[in-house]
């Protein structure tokens, strides 16, 4: 059985080391993460495990605090090379007095380790302090990759660490922001420690094709999760006799129950999708998302968003003002006034696909009181969902802020899921909830996989 790859994570203090691991081991309760320094205090160790086995150890270790004392104590001691005067330092009296944090890192990585990560704040200017930690690491006689984090905060100084890596002889490097890393460079900081590691190329290049499937696997998981909510949701339907509904106090709690009913379906999603990038429950809520949180009524209900939701159909200008004053797509009741009024432009939209909101009028002006969620409804929720998953894929485990979702318009792309979900129309029994689902499983299934491939197919333009 091949060992495990045995990294150290070393650095200065608050550095990002702990919220390092936490992404790449999809750990957020591992350590301790905060804006304090010195936080971690004692080399600690977690496994990042592939189909079950340790792929690789990974070592946290504390900050380097007093680096360039250290140079200079460590060019006191007489030893023929630089590794052994590491080796007479930690064999010394030093290493449990004033250089006890330093050694313990210095420990972990000429003792336990095969390889180091030096994690770089790059937003700090390149000062003697941590010039001599890269110096005094580099006397270790270990493979070193630097990785360089806030990359993508106001203020960073990329160039200048790119020099001073440089001179320090690392030329081997990978950009990794622990927050909100970069689409594909977990697998990227593997494939350059390979250069550095040539006899465990295999294993590496191993990791790196687990961690690509893994992440295919996600993502059409995501995809799975967002299409079984559509599915629930273009499948519900709710009745009320028509002396209930003209009971004004009835209908209007009939109708709120109603968008209740959409509301859970959509939390249930977004708990989820949070499970499936190894989230906890509480990392992103419907209320702190501007597009799933406080607008999350108005978005789904709003009959000027559902106006444009319907532009985007292809329903036209003159359907997509109707949407504003129909009953059961905005669920506010419908007169027959404005049925009346209506009537020609909706009788024209019917014929290109718009037969479901066609049906329902016929329905109202009969008597028979039902609520269904109509087409511009689902694309707001399916272009939601769709956001969300995104966002979440380029999320670290290492985030101190709940997730917050931002979204300009609406993926005209998603019509085709809208589109794909005309089956669910005539099964209620589709819908999950409290009571079990109905004799037709295998094609609600089988729908569920058609449309996670049509969401999947638009998942990748906004992540490029």
Known sequence: MTEPLRIAIVGHTNAGKTSLLRTLTRKVDFGEVSDRPGTTRHAETIDLRIDGAVAVRFIDTPGLEDSVALLDYLNTLAADTRPERVRAFLRGPEASRSFEQEAKVLRALTESADAAMIVIDTREPVLPKYRAELEILSWCAKPIMPVLNFVRSVGTRLPEWHQALLESGLHARVEFDVVAPFNGSERQLYGDLATLLPARRQQLAGIVDALTLQARERRLAACRVAASTLIDVAAMRRALPAEEFADEL???????????????????AVDDLLAVFAFRPDDAELAEMPQLG????????????????????????????????????????????AATTLGATLGGAASGGWRPLWRKLENRLNGVQELTVEDPVLLLLADHLLDLARALEQRGHAALHKLRVTDEQVDPGLDEVVRALGPARGHPDWERGDRRRGAGDADRQALESDVARALDRRFEPAAA
């Open 250 to 268: 009835r209908q209007q709690a009939f109708v709120r129950a109603f968008q209740d009913d959409v509301r859970r379906h959509a939390r249930r």
């Open 294 to 337: 406080g607008r999350w009524e108005d978005d789904l209900f709003n009959p000027e968003l559902l106006k444009e939701a319907g532009k985007r159909l292809g329903l036209g200008a003159a359907i997509g003002a109707g949407l504003g004053m129909v009953a059961d797509v905005a669920m506010a009741g419908l007169s027959l006034g």
